[in-house]
């Protein structure tokens, strides 16, 4: 039988037990709130950005390692990208970054994608002139 960590790549398992970005940005000029129903995980990422470029981004996940391992990834992957190219990283790439996850966790990874645009979303919605 597989065993738990055969499951899960090294990079997953490293981002599990060493995520960065962990916390909040009190002055963050977008905050995304996402929850999956079903397992009853929630996600709460928040984004500082400047001259149209995420230059922060940090999250608090109160759900499974794999949705803690891909909050992890996304908020890595989104820093110093425009709005424009953050809005273009979807769940798979995400998921693609830490060396895949398996299938049965690949809706862990959707809920990255949503916080991260549930969170420019509300930036966009601040800052409609
Ligand atoms: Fe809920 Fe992973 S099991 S996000």
Excluded: W
Excluded at 73 to 99: C, D, H, P, W, Y
């Amino acid at each position: 039988m597989e065993s738990f960590h055969t499951q899960y790549s090294e990079t997953v398992m490293e981002h599990f037990k060493n995520p960065r970005n962990v916390g909040e940005i009190l002055d963050a000029d977008g905050i995304g709130n996402v929850g999956n129903p079903v397992c009853g995980d929630i996600m709460r990422l928040y984004i500082k950005v400047k001259d149209n470029r995420i230059t922060d981004a940090k999250f608090k996940t109160f759900g499974c390692g794999a949705a803690i391992a891909t909050s992890s990834m996304v908020t890595e992957i989104v820093k110093g990208k425009t709005i424009e190219e953050a809005l273009q990283v979807s769940n798979r790439a995400v998921a693609e970054a830490l060396g895949g996850l398996p299938k049965v966790k690949m809706h862990c990874s959707v809920l990255a994608e949503e916080a991260l645009k549930s969170a420019i979303d509300d930036y966009l919605k601040k800052n409609k002139k």
